[in-house]
C-alpha cells in the first residue's frame, strides 16, 4: 500500500506565502507524474500543477507566475510553493501520485488526504 501525506496548509492574508508538501511511502518502485489539486466549495477538483518524472512541469493558467511546483525523488515528495496569494486560492488542495509498485504492476493514481488553504482578503 502507498500513503500521500500532505502538510503545509493553513491560514494567510493576500498576498502571502504558502508552502505545501506531499510525502509518499509505502510499497514504491518508482513514481511517475506528481501533481496539486484543489477543490473549492461548490466547484469541481481542478488540476494546479504537475511535475513528471523527468522535472517537466505544468501550472494551470489561474496560478501561473504564482505557484511553483517541484519534487525530490530522493524523499518521494512533491511541493508547491505558493505566493502572492489570492481569496481566489482558497480550497482543499490534494496531492496525487501516479506510482508503480514493481517491475510487473501499471501504475495506479493515489491521492492525498487534502489540505486546507485560506486566504483572507
Known amino acids: 500500500q502507498v500513503q500521500l501525506v500532505e502538510s503545509g496548509g493553513g491560514l494567510v492574508q493576500a498576498g502571502g506565502s504558502l508552502r505545501l508538501s506531499c510525502a509518499a511511502s509505502?510499497?514504491?518502485?518508482?513514481?511517475?507524474?506528481m501533481g496539486w489539486y484543489r477543490q473549492a466549495p461548490g466547484k469541481q477538483r481542478e488540476l494546479v500543477a504537475s511535475?513528471?518524472?523527468?522535472?517537466?512541469?505544468f501550472c494551470a493558467d489561474s496560478v501561473a507566475g504564482r505557484f511553483t511546483i517541484s519534487r525530490d525523488n530522493a524523499k518521494n515528495t512533491v511541493y508547491l510553493q505558493m505566493n502572492s496569494l489570492k481569496p481566489e486560492d482558497t480550497a482543499v488542495y490534494y496531492c496525487?501520485?501516479?506510482?508503480?509498485?514493481?517491475?510487473?504492476?501499471?501504475?495506479?493514481?493515489?491521492w492525498g488526504q487534502g489540505t486546507q488553504v485560506t486566504v483572507s482578503s
Open positions: 496525487n501520485a501516479r506510482i508503480q509498485h514493481d517491475t510487473r504492476s501499471g501504475v495506479r493514481s493515489y
Open positions: 509505502g510499497s514504491i518502485f518508482s513514481i511517475n507524474t
Open positions: 511535475i513528471s518524472s523527468g522535472d517537466t512541469t
